[in-house]
């Protein structure tokens, strides 16, 4: 097995027998003083923690997946932030990401028959259910997969992966179901768990990647 520099697996089982939100604080406190490198933590103040929840009745009251945002960039009686914004996402060509997250919203289709777009869908379905589904993407997967590894896949190609691709979508279910269940016996903080969850991953993920 490759020097992980960390004892991967000393985290998982240890997020398996929490019993409060203050095991997991102090499960993430101890991983940042092992680390000691906030370059692999979640940066807050780039992703700033969502204080909202979009409703499928909201998106159905835009056009449901029929919406599209880039039909909204020639419309001249958007407010200054609506501008703003969709400026952002001229200039980073992310016009289109938005029907994978509407998809997610809505709960349309099943994650495992989706061939693209999973991250973003299941951001969705975060936005609509934060209390019960988690975030994923390439570092949180990244640690999981090395963790169980249920493929019996080479550890370096774990540790090299960047993209999730329709080929990782049982594997993301597997995640989901986990993490839920670790979180459920935290039934008063449940969304704070999953979310803690979510940053304990990420950090492990991308300190183990490699390039």
């Keep these: 097995?490759?020097?992980?520099?960390?004892?991967?697996?000393?985290?998982?089982?240890?997020?398996?027998?929490?019993?409060?939100?203050?095991?997991?604080?102090?499960?993430?406190?101890?991983?940042?003083?092992e680390i000691k490198n906030d370059k692999y933590f979640l940066n807050e103040k780039k992703y700033p923690k969502i204080g909202f929840t979009i409703t499928k009745a909201e998106i159905e009251n835009l056009g449901?997946?029929?919406?599209?945002?880039s039909n909204e960039i020639e419309v001249s009686t958007h407010n200054p932030l609506e501008k703003l914004?969709?400026?952002?996402?001229?200039?980073?060509?992310?016009?289109?990401?938005?029907?994978?997250?509407?998809?997610?919203?809505?709960?349309k289709g099943d994650l495992e028959n989706k061939n693209s777009g999973l991250v973003f869908y299941q951001f969705g379905k975060k936005?609509?259910?934060?209390?019960?589904?988690?975030?994923?993407?390439?570092?949180?997967m990244r640690a999981y997969l090395l963790n169980f590894n249920p493929n019996n896949i080479e550890i370096e190609t774990i540790r090299?992966?960047?993209?999730?691709?329709?080929?990782?979508?049982?594997?993301?279910?597997?995640y989901i179901k986990w993490a839920n269940f670790q979180a459920n016996r935290?039934?008063?903080?449940?969304?704070?768990?999953?979310?803690?969850?979510?940053?304990?991953?990420?950090?492990?993920?991308?300190?183990?990647?490699?390039?």
């Design 1 to 33: 097995m490759l020097d992980l520099q960390i004892d991967l697996k000393k985290y998982f089982k240890n997020i398996e027998k929490i019993n409060s939100y203050s095991d997991l604080e102090n499960l993430y406190n101890d991983l940042k003083l």
């Design 160 to 174: 090299r992966k960047k993209e999730l691709s329709k080929k990782d979508a049982k594997d993301i279910s597997s």
């Design 64 to 69: 449901g997946t029929n919406f599209s945002l």
């Design 85 to 107: 914004l969709l400026s952002i996402l001229w200039k980073n060509g992310d016009f289109g990401k938005e029907s994978h997250i509407i998809e997610g919203i809505l709960d």
């Design 127 to 140: 936005l609509r259910d934060p209390k019960n589904e988690p975030i994923i993407d390439q570092h949180i």
């Design 186 to 211: 935290v039934k008063n903080k449940k969304e704070e768990v999953l979310y803690l969850i979510d940053k304990i991953l990420f950090a492990l993920g991308k300190y183990i990647k490699i390039n």
